[in-house]
Structure formats: structure tokens, C-alpha cells
């Protein structure tokens, strides 16, 4: 039966894929999808509202899911559901623990003490794995209700802090400018579609529909010191300026355009559309949904709130049908989360492919290389999903450069695999895999990943060539990189290189470089052509264009001290692994020095990030570069087959 297992393997991850693609269903009796589904614009683009809950929770607490360490369940069923409460139910939503906070002295400014932040558990278990740190052991979320009374005191440290740059900000200014900037974003999905603190909002619409043309002529009246309805203006008077604070806080476009608006983007927010109600003397009726379904909501009537979704969905696809079914399309892509399915995928692959250096090599390794084949082809399928809902290529910001770059590391790595069928292709596909994905996702905790162009780069023909092949670049240098960390950490810590994989390994590293070599050139040129286009001028010595001719010119050395005998393969894998060192820099050190015109910030999380990895590599190799004495001290006992690195 082993003989099959590669091939049940295969079954299996196939079945769990197509699961994840079934259309997501209401697990109560809300039709949470179907709100889900509808659009609004944000960041200057129409998304439908569970990206907007999803990327929000993101910001605000880095996850999806929203949960207290001390209750065995989430606290709500899905990032929608936590939306509808932060608009519709604040006073709810405000007790949930949503906001992360991990500097001490913004603790300290909110009166948090170490007492208040241990989790004590009551559970002996939980206790226990707390104290080997597989929970968390203190807190690390806090409510609104927590933070709101100190809201005063994070406003002047945020006023304090603002008006020095984020690259020399300390990490409690850096911290503080996150939490006050997450407040303000919090607001804005209050203040998104009704006015919060209203009991019932939906009544105080119809009124004002009812009293509207009356209530004008009373202010009217009012302000020319004639005889008025004192009560009918000063009813007006409060709503106007209801409507002008929604209209002031928040910036969700939540309400479509008029008929006759040529613009498919020109959606207003709730407060703008309602201040228009003074001169059409007719409350917006997209307003009056969201306010029905406030009140259905707040008032648990499921079966009014699922009519209201229905009736507000079919009024709109009259006019805006391609805009739904894209926003659905999107919800349906977000629900299947194909990058995270490919993460758990590529680390199983890395696990299996480990053991068939063990046991079962042909078995394992098949196994292996099954896995790491469904998780390359469903990051396909996400990669050509964005590409579609955003109508860009592949590439387009740093977000989506790491999944792009660990695509194409793993598409080489299937190639490898493939011809030669030692499970070192999968181990490196699994960790690159794995890893850029892995990268994606702290990148993805700013917001919305499918972001709109930069004016500079609205480019589609650059972005497919330019962008591209750099990219690809990066990714093979990078591959080159970790498989040199295989041939060194094989030969320093374990008996399983012989020959056969040392040479295995030295071809490929020499290859991939090669392959490097040429995308790396050929995008840099072409970035040259398109700065000359842009800007003006071929090459500006721009920290970025500096980067990437780093990568060219340590990518030429390599294969120029092969060919010219200055190395033989552990000098190959010693220059492979300071690879990694370069183009990380060039992908990622480059836009954090605040300067040049590729600079997209710097943050003192990806600073610790780039700066852990640069000296992991210099550890490398360090130790790659002992003498081979040294090599044989790390294993325990030497096996007469085992090959001494060159």
C-alpha cells in the first residue's frame, strides 16, 4: 500500500482545496453573506464590505477573528458580523477586545499595570502551556471602553509625535501614532452609514422625510429673524449638523452615485448624501436601507434584515450589476483565503520532504512534491484572482511582490524537483513558500492589499515587463540562496550529503544563478527605461536602482569566481547565501531609508525582521566558512560516504 500513498496524498489535498472553494454559507439565521457582499469605496476603489472588515480587523489587531483569551469561542462568527456590531450596535462592539497593543508605555499611559495584563487561566492545562508560551500568557488586545477614557492623553503624545519622521520616531512615538490612528480608523466604520449612539436612527429619518420641506422654510425664517417654528428649526438644525459630523468622521463611500452620474466611482459618503437631503427635500434611500437595517439589527429581526439586503441588492444591480458581481467575486476570494490553505500546504511539504531524507525517500519525496504542487497551483489561482480584480499584472506593491516572488521560487523549485527527484527542491519549495507567504502577511496588516496605483507606476505594460522580470529576478536569487542553506546546513549538522546530492545541489545553485543573472539584468534595464520615461533620466542613483544593480553585479561575481576557479562548491553556496543578504536589502532595506523615489516608509517591525534575517545569514556563513575540521566536529560520527564540501 505505501506505493499508493503519493497518490492519496494528492486525492486528499485536492478534496481539502475544493472544499475551501464552496461558496461560503450563513452559519446563522442573518444573511451575513449577503451584506458581506455589498459595495462600498474606500482607498479610492469599490470593495465589497467584508474586505473592508476583514482588512480593518487586520489593522487594528492583526487577525480576522475576534476572541478573548479567557472564553473558549470567538466572539463574533466572522469579520462581518464584528462590522455590523461596530456600526449598527457600538455599544457592543466597543467591549470587544479589538485593538492591539504591545508597547509598555503606551500600557503605562493607559493605566495598565503587569497585574492587569497576566491572563490568569483557570484551567491547569491552560495554565501549563502558557507557561511554555503555546498561549498567550499576557494580554495584548484591549477594548474601546478601556482605551476611550485616556483618549485625551493619547491625543497630545500623537500631536507631540506627528511631526517627527517615522524613521526616527522612538518606539513609543511609533506605537502611539499606530493606536491613534487605529482610534481614528475605528471611527470611521462607526460613523460609516448611521449616526451611532442612535437608539432608533431609521425613525429619525422618516421624520425628517416627513418635516423636511416644512423644517427648511423654519430655518429659513429663522435666520432672517422672522416668525418660525422654534421646535420644527431647531429639529432641522440638529440634523444638519448630525449629518455634517458623519459626513467629517467618516470617508466610506457607502452611498452609490445618482442616476445620470457618469462616474461608476463617485460614491458619497452616509453624512455627505444626507446633507444633500436640505436641497432634494428627499432623504437618499440607500441612507434609509442602512438605517432599516440598523434597526433590524439592533432589534434581532433576522427576517427583516435578510429583506432589506435582498431589496437594497436588487435595486442596485439595476444600475450597478458589474460592480456587484465583482464585489461578490472578491467576498467568494476572500472567504477561501487561498494563500493561507497554500502556507499549511507548503509547511506539510517541507515536514514530509525532511523525512524521505530518512525513510521512505521515493515515497515521501512524490508525497512531497504532490503537496508542494496543489499549493503552487491554488497561490496561481489567488495571484490570477487579484490580477482580475484589480485589472493590474502580478506585481503591483510590496504585498504583492512576496507572493509573486515565492511563486516563482517554487515554480523553479518544481522544475528542480522534477529532474532531479532528491525532495530538495520541495524541502526549498516549502520553506520560500512558506516563508514569502509568510512575509505577505505581516505586510497585509496596513490595510487593503489591492490598493490603487501610484500616478508614477499606472503603467500596466512596465508593470508586466519591468516589475516582472525584477521580480523574477529576486526569486531566483533567493531560491539560489536556500538551496546553498540546505548544502550547508546538510554538511555542517547532518551524515546525508554525499556526492551524488552535493553535486545535485551545486548544479542547481549554478543554474538558478544563471537564471538570475539574466532576469536581474534584463529588469534593471528595463527600469532604467522606464525612469528615463517617468522621470527624465536612465539612472538617478537611487537607492532602489543602487539595489537592484547589486543583485546584478553579486549575481556576476558568483558565476565569474566559478568560472575563473576562484571557487569550488562551498565557496558557490557561501556566495549563493550572501545572495539573500543583497536582494534582501534591495527588496526591502531600500524602501525604509525614507529617501529616493522608491521609499514606502520605514517601520520598526520590518527593520527587527530584515535585520534578524541579514544576521542569520552572516551566521551561515560564518560557519560555512570554518575549516573543514570544524565541518566534522559538528557531526557526531562521520559516515565513509559522506562528501567533504569543496
Known sequence: MKKFLPLLVLIVAVLYVGKSLVPPKNQGPYDLVGFGQLPLLANGRIKPIDTEARSSLLRLQGRQRVSSPLLSGDLVGSPTEWMLDVIFRPEKADTYPTFAIDNPDVLALLGKKDEDLKINYTSPAKQVLALVGFIPSRHRRFTLAEIWPHRAAIQDQARLAEPVESAVRTPFQSAIMQLYFNLIHYQRIQHAFVMPGRENFLNELLSFQDNIAAGVEAVKAKQANQPHNETMAGMMMEMGEMFSAMGQVSNFGVIPPDAGEKDPTAWKTSGAALLESFQTSQVNPAALAYAGLARAWRQEQPEQFNKLVQLYRSGLEK??????????????????????????????????????????????????????????????????????????????????????????????????????????????????????LLVAHHLSLSGDTLEMMRAVLDSNFWLATHVVVVTTGYSATFLSGFLALIYIVRGLFTRSLDKATADSLTRMVYGIVCFATLFSFVGTVLGGIWADQSWGRFWGWDPKENGALLIVIWNAIILHARWGGMIKQRGLMILAVGGNIVTSWSWFGTNMLGVGLHSYGFTDAAFVALASFV????????????????????????????AEPA
Open 319 to 436: 444600475r450597478f450589476g458589474p460592480q456587484l458581481e465583482k464585489a461578490r467575486y472578491e467576498a467568494r476570494f476572500n472567504a477561501a483565503e487561498p494563500f493561507y490553505l497554500s502556507m499549511e500546504f507548503y509547511g506539510l511539504a517541507f515536514l514530509v520532504a525532511i523525512f524521505s531524507w530518512l525513510k521512505w525517500p521515493d515515497v515521501l519525496g512524490r508525497s512531497a512534491f504532490w503537496l508542494v504542487a496543489v499549493a503552487w497551483v491554488l497561490s496561481t489561482g489567488g495571484i490570477f484572482a487579484r490580477m482580475w480584480l484589480e485589472g493590474r499584472p502580478p506585481v503591483t506593491n510590496l504585498y504583492s511582490s512576496a507572493l509573486f516572488v515565492g511563486w516563482g521560487a517554487v515554480a523553479l523549485c518544481l522544475v528542480l524537483e522534477y529532474f532531479y527527484r532528491n525532495a530538495v527542491g520541495s524541502v526549498a519549495a516549502g520553506v520560500v513558500g512558506f516563508a514569502t
Open 615 to 642: 544576521v542569520s545569514q552572516l551566521a551561515i556563513i560564518g560557519l560555512a566558512s570554518l575549516p573543514l575540521e570544524k565541518w566534522r566536529s559538528f557531526r557526531s560520527t562521520a559516515p565513509a560516504k559522506v
